[in-house]
């Protein structure tokens, strides 16, 4: 059952035909083919925020809960997707962990269905717009405490987010999470000591004056094809539940909408894949009771080292790294047993 | 966790000049986990891939196949325009290179394990071939594999009759989605044994199934594969393929250490190095060496680079870093000569062209019946399409699905003759019409000894086999 209030367009419609072959209805439609798979009771709607940014919600019950309610309202899973992602590429993880608890699943600030705000160029302002919109939106759905999950960027936002309202965390999941680390001081000068040719530099340069999916929206017409062709590996982890492009559409339509969520991105990173704010240096004033788990996956390029720091960085208190073998980054969609399992451990040791 | 109990595969990954890259991971896992290559039941490769996982398949001594490719990589950077010179000619050093390296009996043991990724151009779909009727047969499959168009040659090679191009341009990591294959890339991203560069840049994009990230290091890394660096930046490249190897078989729990001494090198290795005394430098060494701001004796290749490979291979990098024969080669790299030469250019470009293309003729003149045919034949096809699509306005999407219709590049419902009539004029002058008429039908009925004759009935993805099972059912 889906519950939407459609926001009215603003703009209207213009007469020229668009570039990009999107829409905001496209995604809906797009979205819709991929939660029909949802087993349980599913709820979805945008919940308004106080300053009117939108954030697109679902929540999902278990049906059987309902027949035989339990005697304690448990703890709430909250789940936040990364980067360029949305609720959709949680599809393999929805029912398997809506069995004991209410689970919450929404499209960041800027990405998916959600609002599209103008984020500031500063990275600790992008970064608090992106946290105080979590925190709106748990006030506005009256969770008094939740489990929170992060993957990759949602991972640095969830760490973030559990440093200000620690009182609203019960235990913190991070799965590949995203600017742990620090840019080391050579990190120009990866692979070959000999550092790089100049040209590379001003390529890499050049397009780090653009967003990071600008590639995207700029091929218009052909950037169906385009992430088609450069993210295959998407619809192949979903092949069991769709067996056509699905899941690299939903992808395009995601990312073609308005640049938000990526300038916010843009903002708080730097060089490519760098946070100018790395985790690490704040992970100290997460509060020493609020337990703390890493899910890296085992073929990721993150490295699950960073969990050991993060560990060394909280002496006397719970932090844990679970490494899920033959995962890539995506961890949650590699390898969803796995994962399911790995979650639903930590969920059952809550309440 | 990699599970030895069932059977296993090795990929690799194409990258053109990168593959010394697998060099350095082969000789890590043949060094410190032989099983791990003497037990896979297939060896996957596109393009220079390819021709490391022969080199595995067919039991070649690896020193060899290093040398082999520094030495392609020198002739490339001969001249001015590198690897775009007119004179240098990649397939030529190619064939060379396999038919001395390569052993006698190479297609008998890569048969049936080795299994080469190649594109057809007739549809440009993938097709791996794994069985090989001779040498020359096994060494026409690993140029076909390698075969970038434009940048290797005009015209696409053939394997048994059929034209095939660069494997990376189809499917770049043959079945490396499947759980029990080693993949191995050079460029960092979610292969097995990859280079891991620290960066936590979660953008990322697939190459016909190769996973590269998007960063400086792979970035840096592209532009070598095609454009090859100087030896000593191969050494490091190699090097670091064999730490990878080494890491991944380490965090894989894989090491069975003959060696009780744990680490990357056992100890002896370290005194058989290449080099040669230091009483043999000349003064003309010397002068140069001075001129060279007093760099150490072993100035021509840092140790640290090549201090874990395996000791033949450092020897080959060694000797392929110090060669700098005599004074032509430093006053020819000395910057107003370079200067010099590339002003010289437009002068010098269109005589060499001009003679390297008279060389090319000569070489192509064997080959021209065959692909003469071929070209004709492609235009026939074109001609004939054309001209069916105009009187019957499209039959070609009537009978089959998708699919199907993307491999076909023929409308499948024409009658037999002249379907038969079509793929002789593909197939050259290789196999009689009536042979490979025959191979179709041979497709489902499992094993015979006109198999291993066709590439086609090898095709290990299922969509191949189904592609075929369909065509066969429509030419009866």
Redesign the interface.
């Known amino acids: 059952m889906q519950d939407e209030n459609e926001p009215k367009s603003v703009s209207g419609r213009r007469w020229w035909p668009s570039w990009r072959p999107t829409s905001i209805s496209i995604l809906r439609n797009t979205e819709a083919k991929i939660l029909d798979c949802v087993q349980n009771d599913l709820w979805a709607r945008f919940v308004s925020l106080p300053n009117q940014d939108r954030i697109w919600t679902l929540t999902v019950t278990n049906k059987n809960l309902l027949k035989a309610p339990k005697p304690v309202a448990q703890t709430p899973l909250v789940m936040v997707h990364?980067?360029g992602g949305g609720v959709g590429l949680w599809i393999r993880n929805l029912d398997p962990l809506c069995h004991s608890r209410p689970l919450f699943v929404f499209d960041l600030l800027g990405f998916g269905r959600s609002s599209r705000p103008h984020f500031p160029m500063d990275p600790a302002l992008a970064e608090e717009q992106s946290v105080s919109s979590i925190e709106h939106w748990r006030h506005a759905l009256a969770i008094d405490r939740m489990i929170l999950l992060g993957h990759?960027?949602g991972g640095y936002l969830a760490t973030s987010y559990a440093i200000q309202y620690p009182e609203r965390v019960s235990h913190l999941i991070l799965v590949?999470p995203?600017?742990?680390?620090h840019m080391?001081l050579d990190?120009?000068s990866?692979?070959?000591?000999?550092g790089?040719?100049r040209y590379?530099?001003a390529?890499?340069w050049f397009f780090g004056l653009f967003n990071?999916l600008a590639v995207i929206r700029a091929a218009g017409p052909l950037g169906p094809k385009l992430v088609n062709?450069?993210?295959?590996?998407f619809n192949?982890k979903f092949e069991d539940l769709f067996d056509d492009d699905t899941m690299t559409q939903y992808l395009y339509h995601c990312n073609a909408q308005t640049p938000s969520g990526e300038v916010g991105f843009k903002a708080m990173s730097e060089s490519?894949?760098?946070?100018k704010r790395p985790m690490l240096d704040r992970v100290h004033l997460l509060p020493p009771s609020l337990p703390v788990t890493l899910v890296y996956g085992g073929?990721?390029?993150?490295?699950s080292a960073t969990g050991a720091r993060v560990a060394e960085q909280r002496p006397n208190s719970y932090t844990r790294t679970v490494v899920i073998?033959?995962a890539?980054?995506q961890v949650n969609a590699d390898q969803p047993e796995e994962f399911n399992k790995v979650v639903q451990s930590i969920c059952d040791s809550v309440d | 966790m990699f599970d030895l109990t069932k059977e296993w595969n090795l990929s690799f990954a194409g990258c053109g000049f990168l593959g010394i890259y697998h060099i350095g991971v082969a000789s890590c896992l043949m060094e410190q986990a032989p099983y791990l290559i003497k037990g896979a039941t297939k060896i996957y490769g596109a393009s220079a891939g390819a021709l490391t996982a022969s080199m595995l398949a067919s039991q070649a001594p690896i020193a060899k196949c290093c040398e082999d490719v520094i030495e392609t990589v020198k002739e490339a950077r001969k001249r001015n325009l590198g690897p775009l010179h007119p004179s240098f000619n990649l397939v030529k050093v190619l064939r060379t290179g396999l038919q001395r390296d390569l052993p006698a009996n190479a297609h008998t043991l890569a048969s049936g394990r080795l299994c080469v990724s190649l594109t057809r151009v007739s549809d440009g779909q993938n097709v791996i071939v794994s069985q090989f009727k001779s040498k020359e047969d096994l060494i026409q499959a690993l140029i076909c594999s390698c075969f970038i168009p434009i940048y290797c040659g005009l015209i696409p090679p053939s394997f048994q009759g059929v034209r095939y191009v660069d494997g990376g341009i189809s499917d770049n990591l043959p079945q490396s989605e499947l759980k029990n294959t080693i993949s191995i890339s050079p460029f960092s991203g979610e292969s097995d044994i990859c280079p891991r560069d620290t960066s936590f840049n979660f953008h990322e994009f697939r190459f016909t199934n190769t996973s590269i990230q998007i960063n400086l290091g792979n970035m840096y890394r592209l532009s070598k594969a095609l454009f090859p660096p100087e030896p000593k930046i191969m050494a490091e490249i190699c090097q670091n393929g064999y730490k990878d190897a080494f890491r991944f078989l380490e965090e894989n729990h894989l090491l069975k250490l003959q060696y009780p001494t744990a680490g990357p090198s056992p100890p002896e290795v370290v005194n058989t190095c290449c080099c040669k005394p230091i009483v043999m430098e000349t003064t003309k060494d010397w002068m140069l060496r001075r001129l060279r701001l007093l760099r150490e004796w072993h100035w021509w290749l840092d140790e640290q680079i090549v201090d874990n490979l395996p000791a033949p291979i450092k020897k080959v990098f060694c000797e392929a870093c110090q060669q700098k024969p005599g004074l032509y080669a430093h006053v020819s790299e000395m910057l107003p000569v370079r200067v010099a030469s590339y002003m010289l250019l437009p002068c010098t470009l269109p005589v060499v062209s001009a003679y390297s293309v008279g060389k090319r003729f000569v070489e192509w003149i064997p080959e021209v019946p065959a692909d003469m045919r071929w070209l004709a034949g492609i235009a026939g096809d074109v001609a004939g399409g054309v001209y069916r699509q105009t009187r019957r306005g499209g039959p070609a999407d009537k009978t089959s699905d998708g699919s199907l219709r993307n491999c076909m590049s023929l409308p499948p419902s024409l009658d037999n003759n002249s379907l038969v009539e079509r793929d002789s004029q593909l197939s050259g002058f290789a196999l009689s019409a009536l042979d490979l008429s025959s191979h179709y039908r041979n497709i489902p009925t499992g094993p015979s000894s006109q198999d291993s004759a066709s590439p086609l009935t090898l095709c290990s993805s299922p969509r191949q086999i189904c592609f075929f099972v369909g065509s066969q059912e429509e030419s009866d």
Do not use: N, V, Y
């Not at chain 1, 990866?190 to 000999?194: I, L, P, T, V």
């Not at chain 1, 073929?299 to 490295?303: A, F, G, L, Q, V």
């Open positions: 990364g980067f990759s960027l590949d995203w600017g742990f680390q080391p990190a120009t990866g692979s070959a000591k000999s790089f040719p590379i530099e390529i890499m990071p062709r450069l993210r295959p590996d192949r490519i894949g760098w946070a073929r990721s390029w993150m490295d073998e033959g890539a980054h």
